[in-house]
């Protein structure tokens, strides 16, 4: 039916007769010459239609936008002062010889070249969005993304398996989403929220290097970069360590961004403690555009009669600390007033700060609220701690550690790109050494900071059981310009080390053999070494797309409200479905 694509169209071509189909994306009358800019999935191609073709020309003459055409004629340069420059086809023309109307078109709900459209009008005509120029190249570098990480990974001996969508509820983080058994009454199959337990289970069996691009769901609150369908890059390996591993799949992602975008990545990635991370950074994803770090002030504001500082100074698992904003003495109180609101997202109770007009007069030369409140001695620390200088702003955060890392750290990347600190380009890095666990306050245990299922650092197994807030784990996430791109770990292989992991997290003998004695039982039986990471495919091409949402690399997302705008997805189904299913809806109470 065709023998070209229009945007491969060139002018090696001229003079040839080629045939084109697509859709009419806009049509031009300028004096009895009809233009058509024919489209189709690799760009535009300009045709002209004269009256010399009467039937032609008559044909030309019906056609609306986004009717499906079917175009024969001859490639010609175009006129001189014609030529578009800006698509790949704009240095020809094809001269209409005949042209055949294969489908006609509605009047679409909005212009394809608008680019100002509300993501609500998109997703309800998300069949029309996916037309535009913008995402047809999201779908397109999506597809070479996926295409360079298969062909990294069967160069190294991957093999792609697919592991079950329909599976066990093994609730441990975010909840599940459950589909109810017609054959078992009152039974639930879960949809997985990874194939976690699968790809260790497939390294026991012997199937030393396995990936699979597959799709995960998650009944989770959402936002710009979480569905409650994703799709996961999944790799696990066996007789690898932690370095081995990481070495791997950073060749993987510098082979991306290589082969799609022509980005030379780091070689190698920068490698960063948790501990280094959240103490200079306030993060575990720190975004290293952003040079700007958090000055430690704990010691300092021991001693000082200012409560606000030296309550949390003298209380364990708190801290005080700085964020020198350079030449920030130039923000207005305005300003100062939206970031202090900004920080109590994160639950600070307020945002001190200090402006340093002139550092060589002492206290003197400084401009706040608060310098009377702190000590010549502390105030000295805090000006040679950070390297203040005439000029600068700094801001404080004092309370609980995570308070004010999480507040500090947002701050930091904020101000950062805001006001111009942020450099360009890509900064990737390694965060490891992870804790094993995390403290519930409210539920007073330990839960895992990743999974269950990560095997402590060598020489920490004893910690487990005297110490499990020491004990750090063989956890590592790959970090891209502030977001976390793919995490994984080295996995427990030993049934005695996985039995101590659930006894640290509160997880007795009977509810782990509820849960995961299958896996449990598996690793008896010989389970080698392993462990492997999963990367968020739909992240990464965002990101390469520059666009902040996930949704628009996604082809039929949902709203933030789990949605399916153009299905109507949830719906409602009959009562004869939901008898089979031996599922009864309560009526409403009137």
Known sequence: ?????????????????????????????????????????????????????????????????????????????????????????GEVEVLAHEIEILNASLAPPFQLDDENLSETVRLTHRVIDLRRETMQKNMMLRYRAAMAVRKYLDARGFIDIETPMLTRSTPEGARDYLVPSRVHAGEFFALPQSPQLFKQLLMIAGYDRYYQITRCFRDEDLRADRQPEFTQIDCETSFLDETEIRAIFEGLIRVVFKEVLGVALPDPFPVMSYAEATHDYGSD????????????????????????????????????????????????????????????????????????????????????????????????????????????????????????????????????????????????????????????????????????????????????????????????????????????SVRIHREEVQSKVFRALSIGPDEAKHKFGFLLEALQYGAPPHGGIAFGLDRIVAMMAGTESIRDVIAFPKTQRAQDLLTHAPSPVDEKQLRELHIRLRKAES
């Open 1 to 89: 039916m065709r023998t070209h694509y229009c945007g491969k169209l060139s002018a090696a071509l001229l003079g040839q007769t080629v045939t084109l189909a697509g859709w009419a994306h806009r049509r031009r009358d300028h004096g009895g010459v009809i233009f058509i800019d024919l489209r189709d999935r690799e760009g535009l191609a300009q045709i002209v239609s004269d009256p010399d073709r009467e039937a032609t020309f008559a044909t030309a003459e019906k056609i609306r936008n986004e009717f499906v055409l079917k175009v024969t004629g001859l490639v010609r340069r175009r006129p001189e002062g014609t030529v578009n420059p800006n698509i790949a086809s």
């Open 285 to 488: 994803k720190p975004d290293l555009r952003v040079p700007l770090k958090l000055t430690e002030l704990t010691e300092v504001m021991k001693p000082v009669e200012f409560k606000v500082f030296s309550g949390p100074a003298n209380t364990p698992a708190h801290r005080v600390a700085g964020l020198l904003i350079p030449k920030g003495g130039e923000l207005s109180r305005g300003e100062i007033d939206a970031y202090t609101e900004f920080v109590a997202i994160y639950g600070a109770k307020g945002l001190a700060w200090i402006k340093f007009n002139d550092v060589a007069k002492g206290r003197d030369g400084l401009q706040s609220p608060i310098v009377k409140n702190l000590s010549d001695a502390a105030l000295r620390a805090v000006v040679d701690r950070s390297g203040a200088k005439n000029g600068d702003l700094m801001f404080f955060g004092a309370g609980k550690i995570k308070v004010v890392n999480d507040a500090l750290g947002a701050l930091r990347v904020k101000i950062g790109h805001e006001k111009g600190y942020a450099r360009s380009g890509w900064k990737p890095l390694w965060v490891v050494d992870f804790p094993m666990f995390e403290y519930d306050e409210e539920a007073k245990r330990w839960n895992a900071m990743h999974h269950p299922f990560t095997a402590p650092k060598d020489g920490h197994e004893d910690l487990l059981a005297r110490d499990p807030g020491a004990a750090l784990a063989k956890a590592y996430d790959m970090v891209l310009n502030g977001s976390e791109i793919g995490g994984g």
